[in-house]
Nanobody
């Protein structure tokens, strides 16, 4: 059973920055892709960014391109989401997730961390 533990959320003013961390219990076929998703109040959970342990491939939602950066530290089993120039519409619970190479969707999820951006 893969375990994912997020940290780093909080309250920040618009224009500010936060860095989220996600520690994974393993780097294996099961966690080939690591991603970040977010869910705003009253809305569906949506994709934010993803990467791979193997080669650091990255992919972003259009809404965060140029402001958010996903990265990984293989030695620490940790994936980061650096969020700059935050906007009130970035307010959401952010979830870390993992997906195996053969899966069509993300299989394991963290507990989530709240990010609140004040205007």
């Amino acid at each position: 059973q893969v375990q994912l533990v997020e940290s780093g959320g909080g309250l920040v003013q618009a224009g500010g920055s936060l860095r989220l961390s996600c520690v994974a219990s393993e780097q294996t076929f099961t966690t080939y892709y690591m991603g970040w998703f977010r869910q705003a109040p009253g809305k569906d959970r949506v994709f934010v960014a993803r990467t791979t342990w193997r080669d650091g491939y990255t992919d972003y939602a259009d809404s965060v391109k140029g402001r958010f950066t996903i990265s990984r530290d293989n030695a620490k089993n940790t994936v980061y989401l650096q969020m700059n120039n935050l906007k009130p519409e970035d307010t959401a619970v952010y979830y870390c997730a993992s997906r195996s190479l053969s899966s069509s969707g993300f299989d394991y999820w963290g507990q989530g961390t709240q990010v609140t951006v004040s205007s």
